[in-house]
């Protein structure tokens, strides 16, 4: 019966509202009859954000555990009679996709946690066209999909950074922070970190400057600040590193950022790029202290990129937070294949920086919409009152960086819109990197933006709305039980043809039939 359910729900899929409630219960499965019931709002306002926005559970636990995944929960439904505004940090992070592929091939079950929905869409190429003149384009589409209640419409917000100037890159001054403890030992982690960084000191120009940081028991500097064009000693110096004794992640980073201050090109490209398993556990191992030490580079206009490797002893919470901080992006590498799209493929087109504390609100029209829900960036959240303050952090966005937000939406009964009615508006919020200076673009959803049934949605629209609920039953969420891994597969091998045809898709694909006897 499910199986047939699905089918018909992946041919047409009607747009439908709902009756106006405050409580968004979950339903039984895809395309059930338990949709979302809105009930008479709370008498109490709630929280302008109510959701966790820090790390506080995760990293309370000092010496870390053998694998620590922040717990954050899951985004509630809420009434837009109560808080019509939606604010988050824009965020490029990518791990959590990786990392759960890499425990995949190798046959086990990822922890809930390390699941965060964000990060696997934002894994994919949206096809998003760059702006013309502006630093941002913004762009939005919607519709049904099978894998929502027939009450609920997803929302795709999507944001496109312009493409590097075609004009030569600024120079930059990059500080390789490498973990030689000999947990990098396993797994053949240090070679594949070493791999990965040669491939990207290959890019590397004359006027590019580079230094390397190893760090175990205690940091020193294995290469001065050295021009990018000397790639005999890069290369020496990146394979005299072996796997050594503890890990003494905050030495590292003092000498990383004390480095990178010395080789500082004023109104160029500056880094940190950290790589490690995150198993700290001699030193300072207070992750507050390590905070402060990326915040203080951050404050330099030095941003971090931190990288993951290996599985069995990992501190994924550490590694997000560190990148959060430094206003950078946290990517995880499992083969030479994703080295080469984070070190070649992204970290050298998109060195040049086009935002900084970069924050979208949306604000949703109560008249067309009873209740929303954002699916991940649990812990990015903005209080809507602090949109426009310079004390809450958003993300730095790279050239051609692109970022998606995906939304379950109810939509009111009774609600007649023309084409032309308003359903939210998209407000984007930045810092520009030369200026300093706070910028805003906006942009309306309309009633006509939203396609009429899921087959004649946009391919990307539809891979989205797969990887998200791919994510969302791995991690458990409540907002749909009762459809598992096989009801998956059914709706990935329905869907496959009308995906974009890319290697990344077809892995994805792949996945999932690997997983299909989870239950």
Request: a negative charge; hydrophobic letters at 40%; proline letters at 4%.
């Given at each position: 019966m499910r199986r047939a359910l699905l089918c018909c729900a992946l041919l047409a899929v009607s747009v439908v509202g709902c009756s106006s409630s405050a409580t968004f219960p979950p339903y039984s499965g895809p395309n059930g009859n338990n949709a979302p019931i809105i009930s008479t709002p709370a008498a109490s306002a709630p929280e302008a954000h109510p959701w966790p926005t820090a790390f506080a559970q995760a990293t309370s636990q000092i010496p870390y555990p053998p694998v620590v995944f922040p717990s954050l929960g899951t985004n509630p439904y809420v009434d837009t009679t109560q808080d019509h505004l939606s604010t988050f940090g824009l965020d490029v992070d990518t791990a959590s996709y990786t990392v759960v592929r890499n425990y995949v091939a190798q046959g086990m079950r990822p922890n809930?946690?390390?699941?965060?929905?964000?990060?696997?869409?934002?894994?994919?190429?949206?096809?998003?066209?760059?702006?013309?003149?502006?630093a941002f384009a913004i762009h939005t589409d919607g519709g049904p999909t099978p894998f929502l209640s027939e009450s609920e419409v997803l929302l795709r917000v999507g944001i496109k950074a312009r493409d590097a100037y075609s004009g030569q890159r600024p120079p930059a001054a990059?500080?390789?922070?490498?973990?030689?403890?000999?947990?990098?030992?396993?797994?053949?982690?240090?070679e594949l970190v070493k791999q990965s960084l040669a491939l990207l000191a290959e890019q590397l120009r004359s006027d590019d400057r580079l230094a390397i940081v190893a760090f175990s028991t205690d940091a020193r500097t294995v290469l001065e600040s050295t021009r990018g064009s000397d790639r005999n000693a890069i290369l020496n110096?990146?394979?005299?590193?072996?796997?050594?004794?503890?890990?003494?992640?905050?030495?590292?980073?003092?000498?990383?950022?004390?480095?990178?201050?010395?080789?500082?090109?004023?109104?160029?490209?500056?880094?940190?790029?950290?790589?490690?398993?995150?198993?700290?556990?001699v030193g300072n191992t207070d992750p507050n202290v390590m905070l402060d030490e990326v915040g203080s580079g951050t404050s330099s206009n030095i941003q971090m990129v931190a990288v993951g490797v290996g599985t069995g002893n990992?501190?994924?919470?550490?590694?997000?937070?560190?990148?959060?901080?430094?206003?950078?992006?946290?990517?995880?590498?499992?083969?030479?294949?994703?080295?080469?799209r984070v070190f070649v493929d992204r970290l050298m087109t998109t060195l040049d920086t086009v935002a900084l504390d970069a924050k979208a609100q949306i604000d949703f029209d109560p008249q067309a919409v009873a209740g929303y829900r954002l699916i991940g960036y649990e812990d990015r959240g903005v209080p809507d009152q602090?949109?426009?303050?310079?004390?809450?952090?958003?993300?730095?966005?790279?050239?051609?960086?692109?970022?998606?937000?995906?939304?379950?939406?109810?939509?009111?009964?009774?609600?007649?819109?023309?084409?032309?009615?308003?359903?939210?508006?998209?407000?984007?919020?930045?810092?520009?990197?030369?200026?300093?200076?706070?910028?805003?673009?906006?942009?309306d959803f309309y009633r006509a933006d939203l396609t009429r049934s899921f087959s004649a949605a946009d391919p990307h629209?539809?891979?989205?709305?797969?990887?998200?609920?791919?994510?969302?039953?791995?991690?458990?969420?409540?907002?749909?039980?009762?459809?598992?891994?096989?009801?998956?597969?059914?709706?990935?091998?329905?869907?496959?043809?009308?995906?974009?045809?890319t290697a990344e898709v077809r892995d994805f694909v792949n996945m999932i039939d690997q997983i299909k006897d989870w239950g």
């Open positions: 809930s946690d390390s699941v965060r929905p964000e990060e696997w869409v934002n894994y994919f190429d949206q096809g998003y066209a760059a702006p013309e003149t502006d990059l500080t390789f922070v490498i973990d030689v403890s000999g947990s990098m030992g396993g797994e053949g982690r240090l110096a990146l394979s005299q590193l072996q796997p050594e004794n503890s890990t003494n992640t905050e030495a590292g980073l003092r000498l990383g950022y004390e480095l990178e201050r010395g080789q500082f090109i004023e109104g160029g490209i500056d880094r940190v790029i950290l790589a490690t398993d995150g198993v700290a556990n990992y501190n994924d919470a550490l590694l997000e937070q560190l990148a959060d901080k430094g206003e950078g992006y946290y990517a995880f590498i499992d083969s030479m294949d994703e080295a080469h602090s949109f426009r303050s310079s004390s809450s952090t958003g993300g730095a966005i790279g050239a051609g960086h692109q970022v998606t937000a995906l939304y379950a939406l109810v939509l009111r009964t009774g609600w007649d819109g023309s084409g032309n009615a308003r359903i939210a508006t998209v407000t984007l919020r930045w810092t520009d990197p030369s200026s300093h200076r706070a910028t805003e673009m906006a942009q629209f539809k891979l989205d709305s797969l990887v998200a609920a791919t994510a969302e039953v791995l991690r458990n969420s409540p907002w749909i039980p009762g459809y598992g891994v096989h009801d998956l597969q059914i709706a990935a091998i329905q869907l496959a043809p009308q995906l974009p045809q």
